[in-house]
Every structure is written in structure tokens, then in C-alpha cells.
């Protein structure tokens, strides 16, 4: 991994190569000068540190919300080791995505982000198919997400409210799940209306979100276990394989690489800082660092939290359980179990939430922002329905009406939840596999295609780059395939795990909209610098 100096001469690239920047635009910032080489002009405004830019990322991999609302998810399949141990598996294989991407980031900074890495490094060839499936899948990912990330902020909410009023054995309020998808349209409706402030003010929020999280983490790891009166051995934290699950796979291995999703899920959206390149100063070096120093942060916050949190368990099935206090949200469980058990009242436990809600809502905040660039972008290349709408620019230089569709949209996701959770859930899952193959696409033409084309910007990962782009993407092939598999037997309509069926569906229509409409006129990425 290495950092170049900024060449002097002007430069050019052979097919999927990279640019060199050169300071012709008087700026000072060289990610502005890149820009413009990539034929782009300034329209968005660059006022991002690299703070801010990878406080984007990190608030959106959020180790509070991934980790909180699949801890069920660990605990059922596995339990501590593979949360413990599988956090570190996961981790270290998409570190080898994130320095993948960073490299490419480095030479292409823009806020197309993936589809337009594609394109460059596909060749002119394949480079608008390339773009397009890229393109759509990133962008359908990234609203998966938000629906995702707001959605379970809701149901958190549903939680802290039934516990607040006297639990599930107390006559405690259960919200409808009308109740909930209003929450959700409500945390969203806020989402856009923050997103519609001035870049100074997301990046206040976004450099508050992280130090939130940071912040968070560490309180909670303290707190929980410290409070709880009866804590769990290091031995079960670290050794305890639970194979006692009611979704009949006896397989250890099987259980282990289920366990996974828990961490996989969690450590996503960290291309917000790609996506952020044009509002970046120096982005072509800025945009990569805070891609993988937000990747590497959270894998070592993360870990802390998942310690902290699994020493206060003790009774798996209990926490699991639909008729226990939280009904069956073991994090929460965990939470105010801890501190009734001592104080004779969950309300300690209650504000731990808060804090961990307080996070979600910012992780989807963030997840609104780099929604909205990565639609603007896209959208200027005129690969969107009413694209002239969505790349529109307020007076405060931000994407205004691509920030309200990005919330209109997750707000129409979540409607399949009103009739069946098992839809919704398949759309959802979308924002792990289908976001992953948005970004094994273009390291894969980097790799292949572009291997000898390619031309590195200032981080590059030197002779390395070919090997840690090849093992990234057989991690993202092997994930998708494993994160297809059926997640109980017998396999009945309910119990089928639609991942595959969603992520199939995606690509069906991204494919047939391909054949029967763009081919005729997308044409990839086009310049507006002489517009």
C-alpha cells in the first residue's frame, strides 16, 4: 500500500486507465483536477475534510446498528464463537474489497463511484453494459440499505416503547406494524429534510454521528457487563458453539457460515466515501483513506461491542424467546435484563437503546446522503428515468431532488412489510448481496480487462493490487452464494430464504431494460464539461 507524489506532467490513459491530476483549474485541490481530466465539471461543493469524508463511512457501517439488529441473527447460528471469531473472518475479506476499491477510488474520484470504475475499466467496448448493471445494482443496494437501516431503527423504536411501558410480561405496548412503517416514514421524512442542508451542515452531523458511534460503542461494552449481576466466562464468550437452533441444520460448519451474515451485513456502505469524492478536498487521496480506515476502525470497535455485550449473556434460548420482556429482541433483552437485575428497574437498559437509536438514525441519515450522490451521478449520465430531474443542483450546491427521491423510494421498499415480512426481508437482502456485486464488478475489471491498462492514482496497493482484488472478489462470489442458502428445513414458502429470488429478480429486469431499451441509447458515462 503505497502513496505516490502527485506527477507534474500532464497524463492520459489507455483503456481503463487512470488520469493523472494536474492543477489546471487553479483550484489547489488536486481530487477537483482529476475531476475535470475525467471531464466532469465542479458542481457540487468541495468542502469535505477527510474527517468528514470518512465519517460518512463509518456512520453508515455503524457497528451499533448492523450489529444490534442481527444479533439475533449471531446468537441463533453459533452464538458467541461465530460472532467472536466470525466478526474477524468477515472483516479481514472485506478489507480486501475496501483497499480494492480505495485504489480505484484514487484514480477515478467521482460520485459515480463503482458504475463509473466499470465503465473506465471495462473498455469502451463493454464499458456501457458494464456501467449499467453496476449502476443499477449499486444504486438499488444503496436504497435497500437505507430501507434497511430505517426500518429497524422503527422496530427499535417498537421495542424501547413496549419496554418503556412495562414489557411484553407487563402489559407493555406493542406498536401495529402501521405504527411501525409510520415511524419509519417519519425517520425518513427527517432524513430528507437534514439532507437538504447545506454540505457544512452534513458534515457537521456526519463528524457528530461518528464520535457518536465511537463514543457509543465503547460506553455500552463498559456499561452492560459491568452492570450485569451474573456475566458469562471468557470460556463461553470464546469457545460456546450454539447448534441449538430451531431452524434444523446440525451442520457446525453450516451454522458457522450463517452466523456470518451478522457481520457481513454490518460491515456495509462504506462506498458513501467514493460517493463523496466530489465534495472531498484532495479526494484522490482522501476518498481511499477514508474508505479503509472507516473498514478498519469498525472491525476494531465492532469487536469490542460484540465482547462487551455477549460477556452479559448467559441464556440464549431465553433471549431469543418471543416470551421474554424485549418479545425476542435479544440485544435489548440483554440490555434491560442487565440492569433490572441489579437496580430492580430496566430503565438503565432503556437509555442504552436510546443510545444505540440515536446511532441507527444517523447511520440511515448518512446512508440518505450517499444515496442521494450516487443517484445525482447516474442520473447525469442520463441513465435514470427523468434524469434532468434528479441531477439538479440547488443554490446551496446540493442534489436536492435526488435526496427526496433516495427517501420516497426506501419509503416504497418498506411497504412490502405491511403484508408479509418474508417480502420484505427479500428486498432487504438486497443491501448485502446486491451492494457486494456492485463491488466486485469493477475490481473485476480491474483485474481482468483493465490488468494491464490500468494506471493507479496516488494510494495504490503497488504489485499486490491484482492478488487483493482477485481474493475480493472470490469473497463476494463465495458470500453469495453462501447467503443463498436455505436458513431452515424443512424449506416450506415461509421458510425460504428469497435472497436469490430477489437478488435474481434485480438482475433479470436490470438485464431485460438493458436489452429491450438502453443498449439503444446509454452510452455510459458522458462529460459535461462543455455543457
Same mark, same amino acid.
Given at each position: 500500500?503505497?502513496?505516490?507524489?502527485?506527477?507534474?506532467?500532464?497524463?492520459?490513459?489507455?483503456?481503463g486507465?487512470?488520469?493523472?491530476?494536474? @492543477?489546471?483549474?487553479?483550484?489547489? %485541490?488536486?481530487? /477537483?483536477?482529476?475531476?475535470?481530466?475525467?471531464?466532469?465539471?465542479?458542481?457540487?461543493?468541495? @468542502?469535505?475534510?477527510?474527517?468528514?469524508?470518512?465519517?460518512?463511512?463509518?456512520?453508515?457501517?455503524?457497528?451499533?446498528?448492523?450489529?444490534?439488529?442481527?444479533?439475533?441473527?449471531g446468537?441463533?447460528?453459533?452464538?458467541?464463537?461465530?460472532?467472536? *471469531?466470525?466478526?474477524? !473472518?468477515?472483516?479481514?475479506?472485506?478489507?480486501?474489497?475496501?483497499?480494492?476499491?480505495?485504489?480505484?477510488?484514487?484514480? *477515478?474520484?467521482?460520485?459515480g463511484?463503482?458504475?463509473?470504475?466499470?465503465?473506465?475499466?471495462?473498455?469502451?467496448?463493454?464499458a456501457?453494459?458494464a456501467?449499467?448493471?453496476?449502476?443499477?445494482?449499486?444504486?438499488?443496494?444503496?436504497?435497500?440499505?437505507?430501507?434497511?437501516?430505517?426500518?429497524?431503527?422503527?422496530?427499535?423504536?417498537?421495542?424501547?416503547?413496549?419496554l418503556?411501558?412495562?414489557?411484553?410480561?407487563?402489559?407493555?405496548?406493542?406498536?401495529?406494524k402501521?405504527?411501525?412503517?409510520?415511524?419509519?416514514?417519519?425517520?425518513?421524512?427527517?432524513?430528507?429534510?437534514?439532507?437538504?442542508?447545506?454540505?457544512?451542515?452534513?458534515?457537521?452531523?456526519? /463528524?457528530?454521528?461518528?464520535?457518536?458511534?465511537?463514543?457509543?460503542?465503547?460506553?455500552?461494552?463498559?456499561?452492560?457487563?459491568?452492570?450485569?449481576?451474573?456475566?458469562a466466562?471468557?470460556?463461553?464468550?470464546?469457545?460456546?458453539?450454539?447448534?441449538?437452533?430451531?431452524?434444523?441444520?446440525?451442520?457446525n460448519?453450516? $451454522?458457522?457460515?450463517?452466523?456470518?451474515?451478522?457481520?457481513?451485513?454490518?460491515?456495509?456502505?462504506?462506498?458513501?466515501?467514493?460517493?463523496?469524492?466530489?465534495?472531498?478536498?484532495?479526494? %484522490?487521496?482522501?476518498?481511499?483513506?477514508?474508505?479503509?480506515?472507516?473498514?478498519?476502525?469498525s472491525? +476494531? +470497535?465492532?469487536?469490542?461491542?460484540?465482547?462487551?455485550?455477549?460477556?452479559?449473556?448467559? @441464556? $440464549?434460548?431465553?433471549l431469543?424467546?418471543?416470551?421474554? @420482556?424485549?418479545?425476542?429482541?435479544?440485544i435489548?433483552? +440483554?440490555?434491560?435484563?442487565?440492569?433490572?437485575?441489579?437496580?430492580?428497574?430496566?430503565?438503565?437498559?432503556?437509555?442504552?437503546?436510546?443510545?444505540?437509536?440515536?446511532?441507527?438514525?444517523?447511520?440511515?441519515?448518512?446512508?440518505?446522503?450517499?444515496?442521494?450522490?450516487?443517484?445525482?451521478?447516474?442520473?447525469?449520465d442520463?441513465?435514470?428515468?427523468?434524469?434532468?430531474?434528479?441531477?439538479?443542483?440547488?443554490?446551496?450546491?446540493?442534489?436536492?431532488?435526488? !435526496?427526496?427521491?433516495?427517501?420516497?423510494?426506501?419509503?416504497?421498499?418498506?411497504?412490502?412489510?405491511?403484508?408479509?415480512? !418474508?417480502?420484505? /426481508?427479500?428486498?432487504?437482502? $438486497?443491501?448485502?448481496i446486491?451492494?457486494?456485486?456492485?463491488?466486485?464488478?469493477?475490481?473485476?475489471?480491474?483485474?481482468?480487462?483493465?490488468?494491464?491498462?490500468? !494506471?493507479?492514482?496516488?494510494?495504490?496497493?503497488?504489485?499486490?493490487?491484482?492478488?487483493?482484488?482477485?481474493?475480493?472478489?472470490?469473497?463476494v462470489?463465495?458470500?453469495?452464494?453462501?447467503?443463498?442458502?436455505?436458513?431452515?428445513?424443512?424449506?416450506?414458502?415461509?421458510?425460504?430464504?428469497?435472497?436469490? +429470488?430477489?437478488?435474481?429478480?434485480?438482475?433479470?429486469?436490470?438485464?431485460?431494460?438493458?436489452?429491450?431499451?438502453?443498449?439503444?441509447?446509454?452510452?455510459?458515462?458522458?462529460?459535461?464539461?462543455?455543457?
Amino acid at each position: 500500500m503505497t502513496f505516490s507524489k502527485s506527477p507534474t506532467g500532464s497524463g492520459g490513459s489507455g483503456r481503463g486507465g487512470g488520469i493523472t491530476a494536474v @492543477d489546471v483549474d487553479g483550484s489547489g %485541490d488536486t481530487g /477537483q483536477a482529476r475531476l475535470n481530466e475525467l471531464g466532469y465539471k465542479q458542481e457540487l461543493k468541495r @468542502d469535505l475534510s477527510l474527517l468528514s469524508n470518512f465519517a460518512f463511512s463509518f456512520t453508515i457501517i455503524s457497528v451499533l446498528t448492523g450489529v444490534t439488529t442481527l444479533y439475533n441473527t449471531g446468537l441463533n447460528y453459533g452464538g458467541p464463537v461465530t460472532m467472536t *471469531f466470525g466478526w474477524f !473472518v468477515a472483516g479481514a475479506f472485506t478489507m480486501t474489497v475496501g483497499l480494492s476499491m480505495a485504489e480505484i477510488c484514487s484514480s *477515478f474520484p467521482t460520485s459515480g463511484g463503482l458504475y463509473y470504475w466499470s465503465a473506465r475499466l471495462s473498455g469502451s467496448r463493454w464499458a456501457p453494459f458494464a456501467s449499467w448493471i453496476t449502476g443499477w445494482f449499486n444504486i438499488v443496494g444503496q436504497w435497500a440499505v437505507t430501507t434497511s437501516v430505517d426500518y429497524s431503527l422503527a422496530q427499535l423504536i417498537q421495542v424501547i416503547i413496549l419496554l418503556s411501558t412495562g414489557g411484553a410480561n407487563g402489559g407493555g405496548y406493542l406498536a401495529s406494524k402501521y405504527v411501525v412503517i409510520a415511524f419509519h416514514a417519519a425517520i425518513l421524512l427527517s432524513h430528507a429534510i437534514i439532507n437538504s442542508l447545506p454540505i457544512s451542515w452534513l458534515s457537521f452531523f456526519g /463528524q457528530f454521528a461518528a464520535a457518536w458511534n465511537m463514543l457509543g460503542v465503547f460506553v455500552l461494552m463498559i456499561a452492560v457487563p459491568t452492570v450485569a449481576t451474573e456475566r458469562a466466562s471468557a470460556k463461553f464468550v470464546f469457545t460456546h458453539f450454539n447448534t441449538d437452533n430451531s431452524a434444523g441444520i446440525h451442520s457446525n460448519l453450516y $451454522i458457522f457460515v450463517l452466523g456470518l451474515l451478522m457481520s457481513q451485513y454490518t460491515l456495509t456502505g462504506y462506498d458513501a466515501s467514493a460517493h463523496m469524492t466530489e465534495e472531498t478536498k484532495n479526494a %484522490d487521496r482522501n476518498g481511499p483513506i477514508g474508505i479503509i480506515s472507516a473498514i478498519g476502525i469498525s472491525i +476494531v +470497535v465492532g469487536w469490542g461491542y460484540i465482547l462487551g455485550i455477549t460477556f452479559a449473556v448467559k @441464556d $440464549i434460548p431465553y433471549l431469543l424467546s418471543p416470551d421474554n @420482556d424485549a418479545g425476542g429482541y435479544a440485544i435489548a433483552q +440483554v440490555f434491560y435484563q442487565a440492569f433490572k437485575s441489579r437496580y430492580g428497574s430496566g430503565v438503565g437498559g432503556i437509555v442504552c437503546l436510546g443510545i444505540v437509536a440515536v446511532a441507527i438514525y444517523f447511520c440511515g441519515m448518512s446512508s440518505v446522503t450517499s444515496n442521494s450522490r450516487m443517484a445525482y451521478a447516474f442520473s447525469r449520465d442520463g441513465a435514470m428515468p427523468l434524469s434532468s430531474v434528479w441531477h439538479k443542483v440547488n443554490k446551496h450546491e446540493v442534489p436536492i431532488n435526488a !435526496v427526496w427521491l433516495s427517501a420516497f423510494i426506501s419509503l416504497c421498499m418498506a411497504l412490502p412489510s405491511l403484508g408479509s415480512l !418474508v417480502a420484505f /426481508q427479500a428486498m432487504v437482502s $438486497i443491501a448485502t448481496i446486491g451492494l457486494y456485486i456492485a463491488y466486485a464488478l469493477p475490481i473485476f475489471f480491474r483485474v481482468t480487462l483493465a490488468r494491464k491498462y490500468f !494506471v493507479p492514482g496516488p494510494f495504490n496497493l503497488g504489485r499486490y493490487g491484482v492478488v487483493v482484488g482477485w481474493v475480493a472478489v472470490l469473497w463476494v462470489a463465495t458470500i453469495t452464494v453462501l447467503f443463498s442458502l436455505p436458513v431452515t428445513y424443512p424449506v416450506t414458502k415461509d421458510t425460504l430464504n428469497y435472497t436469490p +429470488v430477489a437478488v435474481g429478480g434485480l438482475f433479470i429486469l436490470v438485464l431485460a431494460s438493458w436489452i429491450f431499451s438502453a443498449r439503444h441509447w446509454f452510452k455510459g458515462p458522458v462529460t459535461n464539461l462543455g455543457g
